[in-house]
Structures are given as structure tokens and as C-alpha cells.
């Protein structure tokens, strides 16, 4: 088993690498720096998967000393992968981290902490939105992320709550834009105005996604999805209870929805046939640019009875325990989520860059295929970004209420029922975990 790298180990070998960094290039004898090979490990779609590569390259190209083999795959085969190498001992030296992994991976000790690391280069921390570094932040015995060690570092902060609107849609309705004072029920008067059976034109696609739709409403309605404590799942709840039934009413009372299909292959909105898409992920940015057949937009999160709430989910990158090579390791994650080389790249994605200076500048805001009102995402983030339970056991909960409700966006069960089962299914796994998540 590999023993964990004292922190002066870490600490040398990083000061090590960056010696020989500077000296490959200034020092009198040209003496060549030693040959490093890391593994870079992500889960990436197109447009992700070609940033990737350029950042891998231009980093390549000022240290020539430095090989990064990159292992880029679909989420759910990255995932299987990591899991794989962790069990004989192989994993990537830097890898690509999830708040639905983060509290596994610590509780395991397979990662590295980078509070050493941060503070030996000096790493400007403020720089950063505060929700996306405190993600991941883990204390031994803390229910969930928010304090502690460091165990990686974000690249996005990432607005999952996001209102995409096909604006050809509502052009050829004649129907004005929807602006901040949009309501749910407002939103419910547009659907209506907007869908056509007949063309099998839709006036939205209603929120059934877990972490950032019909979660958020949960929210704006009062609601919650587990308790203060920790210990049960609380959708049940009325509040909760009725942020799920509005879901369910535009697909089956109003039938301004169509139903999920979860076997579907096309994105519904990018087919041209959605007015308005409440969107997990505003990475969708990065395949919406490519769009030729009508014009979009995004809007303002849509108001709920308590106001408005949208949650924050930031990636960000590990180092594995396994690496050979931490200081190298870490002098490449530094380029990708804050050296200008790596970061700038980075913001052609779509998501929310977790810098505060790179998110706020027309590097980000105005980027080649972004939509016009792009800020107002950033603004949604800022003031009403709320994040979600992120700990040890959080993917396992939330896949099974996901699954529970299924049952009701499809037609199956009624949105109480589900909401029972959704909830015996968190309390189950809470309760697993004992009196702490980690």
C-alpha cells in the first residue's frame, strides 16, 4: 500500500521541480531537467475534450521535460476507470473531481491535501469565489465539505440552475424575452402560449433534473431534500412537496412538457422544438454555441414563493496519493485551474470560471458563440448560489431519490408517493453513514 508523502517530502519535491524548471532555462551549462511523465485524467465532452488538449499542450510546450498522457472519457467511464486504478494502486497523478466523489475519496484517504502546496507557491486563494474552494474542504467528522484540509482546487464554479430560452421560438410567437421578474407561474403563462401539440413544439422542458432544477425550486419554495441533521430525507415535506407537484403539474396537468426520456440520445433543446429549458449545467453553453438553426439566449432563474435560489457546483482537480511525482503533479494542476495559460483556455467552456477577475472579464462574458446576457448567469451565481450537501454518500443519496422520482416525471407513481420512497431511500444511506457523512 502506498504510504501517504510527508508534507517536507511534498514540499521538496515541489521546490525541486521548480528549481529545475528555472535552471533548465537559465543555468549556464544547458543541463536538460529530468523527464516526468504524468497522467491527467478527466471526464470530458467534445468541447471539453478539446480545451483539455490544448491546455495540455501549451503547457507541454514551456516545460519539454514534462509528458502528460491524458486518459479523457464520458463521465460514467471515467469514473469506472479511477476506480479500477485506485484498486491496484495506479491511479492519475492529476485527476478531474467531483462534489459527488470528493467526500468518498477523502474518507478513503486516496487524496492529496494542497493547503501545503498552495502555500509554497503562494496561491492568492481570494482569487476564488469562497463557495468554490470551501467545496472542498473537508474536517474529520464533518457531516459535509465547507471547512478543513483542502483536497482540490476548482476550475469552474459552476451555475447549475440555468434558464436557456430559444429566442426564434418566442420571436415567432411575439412574446417578449423573459427578464428577472419572471416567476414559475409566469413561466407556466408563456408554456402555455408556446406549445404546439400539433408541431410537437414544447413551451418548455419541465425542471426533472436532480441537482439544480427541481432541487433549486425545493428551495425557492421553502422546501429542503435531508434535514439539518443529517440524518433523513425531507421531500415529503409540504413545501418540498409542492415544489415537486409544480413539476409534475406542467407535464401532466398542463402538458406543456413532454415527459423525460431517459433513453434519449438528442438534446431537446439544441432540436430547435423547446421554448424554455431549466438546464443542470451551464456548461450546455459550450454545445449551444455551435447552434446555427435558431437563436438563444439565458435568462434570470425564475422566482419561487421564497425568492430566488440557484445552486453552485463546482469541478475542480485531485492529486492522487499514488503519484510518483507530487510536486510535478501540482505544478501542472496550478496551470490548469490558475496560471493565465490554463485558465483562459478553460473559460471557452461555458461554466463559470472560478476565478473572480476571469469570470467578470469579456475573456469569459463575451466569448466567441456565447449568448448576449451571459452575466446574468454570473449574477444569478453571485447573489442567490447556494451549495448542496456535498459529503461522503452524497452520490449514492441522490442517485436514489433520483430514481425514486423517476417513477412520477414519468407517469408511474404520484409525485407524493415517489417523494416517500425518495425519502426512505436518503434516510437509508444517511443512516449508514452513522452520525457523520465523512
Not at 508534507?7 to 543541463?31: F, M
Not at 430525507?233 to 406543456?256: C, H, M, R
Not at 422566482?303 to 445552486?311: A, N
Amino acid at each position: 500500500m502506498h504510504k501517504p508523502i510527508r508534507t517536507c517530502v511534498a514540499l521538496a519535491t515541489l521546490a525541486l521541480v521548480s528549481v529545475s524548471a528555472v535552471g533548465a532555462a537559465h543555468a549556464s551549462d544547458r543541463t536538460r531537467a529530468p523527464e516526468v511523465t504524468l497522467t491527467f485524467g478527466a471526464w470530458a465532452d467534445t468541447p471539453q475534450t478539446a480545451i483539455l488538449n490544448d491546455i495540455v499542450a501549451a503547457y507541454e510546450k514551456l516545460h519539454p521535460n514534462v509528458h502528460i498522457k491524458t486518459q479523457f472519457s464520458a463521465w460514467t467511464g471515467y469514473w469506472q476507470k479511477v476506480q479500477t486504478q485506485l484498486a491496484s494502486n495506479t491511479p492519475p497523478d492529476v485527476g478531474m473531481m467531483s462534489v459527488a466523489y470528493i467526500g468518498n475519496f477523502v474518507n478513503k484517504g486516496v487524496v492529496l491535501n494542497l493547503d501545503p502546496y498552495v502555500q509554497a507557491s503562494h496561491v492568492d486563494l481570494n482569487r476564488y469565489f469562497p463557495i468554490d474552494i470551501n467545496t472542498w474542504r473537508f474536517a474529520k467528522g464533518s457531516r459535509v465539505g465547507g471547512s478543513g484540509p483542502l483536497y482540490a482546487m476548482p476550475f469552474d464554479a459552476s451555475a447549475n440552475s440555468t434558464f436557456f430560452y430559444n429566442k426564434t421560438m418566442f420571436d415567432k410567437a411575439h412574446m417578449p424575452y423573459p427578464d428577472a421578474s419572471w416567476t414559475w407561474a409566469k413561466v407556466l403563462e408563456v408554456a402555455k402560449k408556446l406549445t404546439n401539440p400539433a408541431k410537437q413544439e414544447w413551451g418548455m422542458i419541465a425542471p426533472t433534473n436532480y441537482d439544480g432544477t427541481w432541487t433549486s425550486m425545493v428551495w425557492e419554495w421553502g422546501g429542503e431534500t435531508i434535514n439539518a441533521a443529517y440524518t433523513k430525507g425531507t421531500l415529503s415535506q409540504p413545501q418540498a412537496l409542492a415544489a415537486l407537484q409544480t413539476v409534475y403539474d406542467y407535464i401532466y396537468k398542463y402538458k406543456v412538457s413532454p415527459p423525460p426520456n431517459p433513453a434519449a440520445t438528442v438534446d431537446p433543446f439544441a432540436s430547435g422544438k423547446v421554448a424554455m429549458y431549466f438546464s443542470n449545467c451551464n456548461c450546455l453553453v459550450g454545445t449551444y454555441k455551435n447552434i446555427k438553426d435558431f437563436k438563444w439566449d439565458v435568462a434570470n432563474w425564475p422566482l419561487g414563493p421564497k425568492g430566488r435560489v440557484v445552486e453552485m457546483e463546482p469541478d475542480g482537480y485531485s492529486i492522487f496519493k499514488g503519484t510518483k511525482n507530487p510536486g510535478a503533479a501540482w505544478d501542472f494542476l496550478k496551470f490548469v485551474i490558475y496560471d493565465a495559460g490554463g485558465t483562459t483556455r478553460q473559460a471557452a467552456y461555458g461554466t463559470i470560471p472560478a476565478l473572480k477577475q476571469l469570470a467578470f472579464s469579456n475573456t469569459y462574458l463575451k466569448s466567441k458563440g456565447f449568448p448576449q446576457h451571459m452575466r446574468l448567469t454570473l449574477d444569478d451565481a453571485l447573489r442567490y448560489g447556494r451549495s448542496n450537501y456535498f459529503g461522503q454518500g452524497w452520490i449514492e443519496w441522490t442517485s436514489k431519490s433520483t430514481d425514486a422520482l423517476m417513477a412520477a416525471w414519468l407517469g408511474k407513481k404520484s409525485v407524493a408517493q415517489a417523494a416517500k420512497e425518495a425519502d426512505d431511500a436518503i434516510t437509508k444511506v444517511l443512516q449508514q453513514q452513522g452520525n457523520a457523512l465523512f
